[in-house]
């Protein structure tokens, strides 16, 4: 006997055919799980490679708010418009340096910006998204055409974020888009909070639902 079972062996033992049903629905199961994993992958990345598809433009705000003409009745533009001229008062308006309102298939869909030229070759970014486009995947796409902005202004460029010290859509967003949590930093108007800075070499692939 080489230590074998042969099929003939199983159906004279009871117990021994029991043991090969129950193997034999354990593979199934085994194979099941396999293929749904394997579709729920790629769903994932055909999800994925979608919001990748989606570029959104990045409008100029300009210095003066008598220049903006195309933003100034939108009811989702005008807090961050005013803001932007007066931040523009006290900073500067050096381009590509600014403040943008963001916009997908002739809608304007949020707002993204730098918080000043860079300084000591590092610069802080922002975004949002307007409330009716929330959740569609929008608001990675805001930051990540912030984010290509900078690199062609000046590759060396050190791009900062920062959010509140907990995981939320924001925090997600930056993951996406290759930014790793830096460190724990005092923001003068919210405190302390998490710092984060881009690392090209550490893009994040794997979404957590569409922000």
Not at 41 to 46: A, D, E, G, I, T
Request: hydrophobic share 40%.
């Amino acid at each position: 006997m080489d230590g074998t079972i042969s099929a003939l062996s199983i159906q004279k033992f009871p117990a021994l055919d029991c043991q090969h049903e129950i193997y034999s629905k354990a593979k199934n199961l085994k194979f099941l799980d396999l293929v749904s994993t394997y579709f729920f992958k790629f769903l994932l990345f055909f999800s994925l490679d979608r919001e990748h598809e989606m570029t959104v433009a990045l409008l100029p705000i300009k210095p003066l708010l008598n220049e903006n003409t195309e933003f100034i009745s939108h009811p989702d533009c005008s807090k961050t418009l005013e803001m932007s001229v007066l931040f523009y008062e006290n900073v500067g308006y050096r381009l590509p340096w600014i403040g943008y309102f963001a916009s997908l298939d002739g809608n304007l869909v949020g707002s993204a910006g730098f918080k000043g030229r860079p300084i000591d070759g590092r610069v802080e970014i922002a975004y949002s998204t307007f409330p009716a486009f929330q959740h569609k995947g929008i608001g990675t796409a805001i930051c990540r055409q912030l984010v290509r902005v900078a690199q062609a202004a000046d590759p060396s460029v050190r791009m900062m974020a920062r959010t509140l010290m907990e995981e939320n859509h924001s925090t997600r967003i930056l993951r996406k888009n290759g930014f790793e949590l830096l460190r724990i930093a005092n923001d003068p108007d919210d405190g302390d909070v998490w710092e984060w800075e881009y690392n090209a070499n550490g893009l994040f692939v794997k979404p957590v639902g569409d922000e």
